[in-house]
């Protein structure tokens, strides 16, 4: 294996063989990427992670001149890993990010959808929010490309991001975009168990009136008004009408409940029972409708 000192005398090389100067009139960026490529796997064997990182930031910056995109996205993951080694979070997402652009760019939308995701997973819990924005992102590159099913898991990350930091009205407007996905590629049960997590969420976080409007809306939907979803969903809402605190457990037990997701799961068996009339239950008025383009 190449030592520490070799690796650094490959990065000096490199830099010469990129600079320009009166006895070089052009870069040779192809024997340069050659030596930060292995003096980046060097430093990395050695554990000098700050240096693999920057080597192999210069080794996608030298196949992008190379004119190839997909060796350089390789790279920059690479890049993206060592930083969040290094709990460097803003470089974790600058780095995952160029990589999906770098694989765009040769017409691949799963891979550069997977990098986003590899980078989100890095920063679930040192930035949340920027997680969540890389796994929307990562959804919209599969639907821009009709692969609306391949972005099912990113939409279950993302809610259970928004779910854990209690932003119960961001959780249940992914769960009505991932409802949407599911509409496009005609995958029904994911659809109906998408609305009816919804309706849990909602109604978890004592909201009855947006659950009672959310079901409402749901139910122009044909496909979820005659699925099994929609009579858990009715008889749910019906028990918290009637205040029956018994019957709103044994819904929560219903399988039904347990073929839905694990995140959701765990909320229909906490559904708050102990005071029915703070939940809003009285309908005071006609309610705005859900944006059409959450459900259609």
Not at 89 to 111: H, M, T
Request: glycine share 4%.
């Amino acid at each position: 294996m190449t030592s520490t000192q070799e690796a650094e005398k490959m990065m000096i090389k490199g830099d010469k063989l990129t600079k320009l100067s009166l006895t070089r009139w052009s870069a040779d960026w192809r024997n340069a990427t050659s030596l930060y490529e292995k003096a980046a796997v060097a430093f990395r064997y050695a554990k000098e992670n700050e240096k693999a990182k920057t080597a192999f930031e210069k080794a996608a910056k030298g196949q992008e001149m190379l004119s190839s995109p997909w060796d350089a996205a390789k790279h920059m993951e690479s890049a993206g890993a060592i930083a969040k080694d290094l709990g460097n979070w803003n470089e974790v997402s600058d780095f995952y990010r160029r990589a999906s652009e770098l694989y765009n760019e040769c017409g691949r939308s799963q891979p550069a959808s997977d990098a986003l995701a590899k980078g989100a997973r890095s920063l679930e819990d040192a930035a949340p929010d920027e997680a969540v924005r890389m796994y929307t992102d990562a959804c919209a590159i599969l639907e821009e490309d009709g692969k609306e099913q391949m972005a099912f898991d990113l939409y279950r990350a993302a809610t259970s991001i928004y779910l854990k930091l209690e932003r119960y009205t961001d959780a249940t407007t992914c769960l009505l975009r991932w409802g949407l996905a599911a509409d496009k590629c005609e995958a029904v049960n994911s659809q109906c168990k998408a609305y009816l997590s919804a309706i849990i969420v909602y109604l978890y976080s004592h909201d009855f009136k947006q659950a009672q409007k959310c079901h409402n809306d749901c139910s122009q939907i044909e496909a979820f008004v005659g699925s099994d979803q929609n009579r858990c969903a009715v008889r749910l809402l019906a028990a918290y009408k009637e205040g029956d605190v018994e019957e709103i457990k044994r819904i929560g037990q219903s399988s039904t409940i347990s073929q839905l997701d694990h995140m959701i799961i765990r909320l229909a068996r906490k559904l708050p029972t102990g005071e029915v009339s703070s939940l809003n239950v009285e309908d005071k008025g006609e309610e705005e409708p859900l944006d059409e383009n959450d459900l259609t």
